[in-house]
C-alpha cells in the first residue's frame, strides 16, 4: 500500500474502535503493541494491511469506506431487513458492515452519507457537530406571505427549538435549511401551519450535493472531503 494511506499506530488503533487514541498511546508507552511483530513506537505509521497485536493477540483494523448517495424513494435507513424492506445499505457494492450517518425518511430522496467510520458517524450526530443541511421541498398548497413569515420564526420540534430558513423558489416549491435534524423534522414545520409536504429532497449535506448524480447514484467520498467533512461545524 502506499504510504500515503499510512496513519500514525495509536490513531489506527483507535479508529478501530478498540479504545481511545490516549488509551492507545498508553499502550504503546507500555511496549503492549506490535506491528508485524515489532514492538511499537510512538508515532509508527501503518495501515490496514499491518498485522497489529495488542498484549500479543490481533486486533482486526478495518479499511474505512465513506460514500455519497442520492438515496431514492421506497428505501429506508437501516442496515437489518427484518422488516423486508428495502435497505439504503444494499445499494452500495461494498462488503463491510455499513450504515447510514443519521436517516432520512423512506419517502425522501437525495444526499446521505454511508460509510463504516463509527467515529465519523458518531461526530457528525452530535447535537453541537451542526451540519447545514439544504432540502428542496414541495408542499400541497403555497404558504401566504404572511405564513412564509411566520414559518421562519424559530419554534419547538420535536421538544428541541427548531432553527430552520426557508426560502420560496415557486409556485409549491421551497428550499429550507436546517442545522440539526430529528424525526420527521421538515413535514412537521409545515404542518404547523396545516401544509403537507409533497415531495422531500436533501440537496446537500454540508458542503455535499448530489446535483449531478442520478436518483440511486454513488460515488465514494475523497479523502480531502472527509477531512473537509470534521472541519464543518457551523458556528
Known amino acids: 500500500m502506499k504510504n500515503e494511506c499510512n496513519i500514525r499506530i495509536q490513531k489506527l488503533i483507535a479508529q478501530s474502535g478498540i479504545c481511545s ?22 508515532g509508527d505509521k501503518c495501515n490496514e494491511n499491518d498485522i497489529i497485536l495488542i498484549d500479543n493477540k490481533q486486533i482486526n483494523i478495518e479499511k474505512k469506506e465513506y460514500y455519497l448517495l442520492n438515496k431514492p424513494k ?4 437501516s442496515s437489518n431487513d427484518k422488516h423486508h424492506q428495502n435497505l439504503v445499505v444494499d445499494l452500495i457494492p461494498s462488503s463491510k458492515r455499513i450504515y447510514t ?10 444526499a446521505i452519507i454511508i460509510t463504516n ?6 461526530l457528525l450526530s452530535h447535537p453541537s457537530f451542526k451540519i447545514e443541511r439544504e432540502y428542496n421541498v414541495e408542499i400541497d398548497k403555497p404558504l401566504s406571505a404572511i405564513e412564509l413569515k411566520e ?11 427548531s432553527y430552520h430558513k426557508i426560502t420560496h423558489l415557486i409556485d409549491k416549491f421551497y428550499k429550507i435549511t436546517l442545522h440539526q435534524g ?10 404547523k401551519f396545516n401544509k403537507k409536504v ?27 472531503e472527509i477531512k473537509k467533512l470534521k472541519y464543518s461545524r457551523y458556528n
Open 151 to 161: 414559518i421562519n420564526k424559530n419554534f419547538f420540534i420535536n421538544e428541541k427549538m
Open 182 to 191: 430529528s424525526y420527521h423534522h421538515v413535514k412537521l414545520i409545515f404542518e
Open 21 to 42: 487514541r490516549r488509551k492507545a498511546e498508553k499502550l504503546i508507552e507500555q511496549n503492549k503493541v506490535k506491528i508485524n511483530d515489532k514492538v511499537a513506537k510512538l
Open 101 to 110: 450517518v443519521g436517516r432520512l425518511d423512506k419517502d425522501t430522496t437525495g
Open 74 to 77: 421506497g428505501y429506508v435507513c
Open 117 to 122: 467510520d463509527g467515529n465519523l458517524t458518531h
Open 198 to 224: 409533497i415531495n422531500l429532497h436533501r440537496r446537500s449535506y454540508s458542503f455535499l450535493n448530489v446535483d449531478k448524480m442520478n436518483i440511486g447514484e454513488y460515488r465514494i467520498i475523497k479523502p480531502f
